[in-house]
């Protein structure tokens, strides 16, 4: 059984049992995925308020909190960038989507969930 919590420190990585920002194991790195990003509406666990999730970015960690950023600023509203998924509150999934497919990178975005 490995470390997966601290209070000292809080998240450590399974391979190597280091907080996770002095991992050098590389044993978090994200699998690969389908190569689509999917932009969904959820509210699971938020107590009712909705939020924009972005899954499936091909992007390290640094690159998905820029873009973030960006996302952010362009539905102007908060959000977050962790463990390679983007949330934006509230609901701006058409935004999203529509931002997302004018990027010069070419990525296949699709609408998910209802």
């Known amino acids: 059984m490995s ?8 998240r450590a990585c399974p391979g190597c049992g280091l907080a996770l920002a002095q991992c ?3 044993a978090r790195a994200r699998p690969a995925g389908d190569g689509i990003v999917r932009v ?3 509210t699971a666990g938020r107590k009712g ?6 899954r499936g970015l ?5 690159a998905l909190a820029a873009l973030a ?8 509203s908060g959000g977050t960038a962790k463990e390679g998924v983007v949330e934006i509150q509230g609901d701006h999934a ?3 989507v529509a931002w997302l497919k ?7 975005v699709k609408r998910a969930g209802g």
């Open 3 to 10: 470390l997966v919590y601290s209070t000292d420190f809080g």
């Open 24 to 26: 050098t194991c590389k």
């Open 40 to 42: 969904s509406r959820e």
């Open 49 to 54: 308020k909705g939020v924009t999730v972005v």
């Open 58 to 62: 091909p992007l390290d960690d640094a």
């Open 69 to 76: 950023k960006q996302l952010k600023a362009a539905c102007g």
């Open 94 to 96: 058409d935004k999203v």
């Open 102 to 108: 004018a990027r010069p990178e070419g990525w296949t």
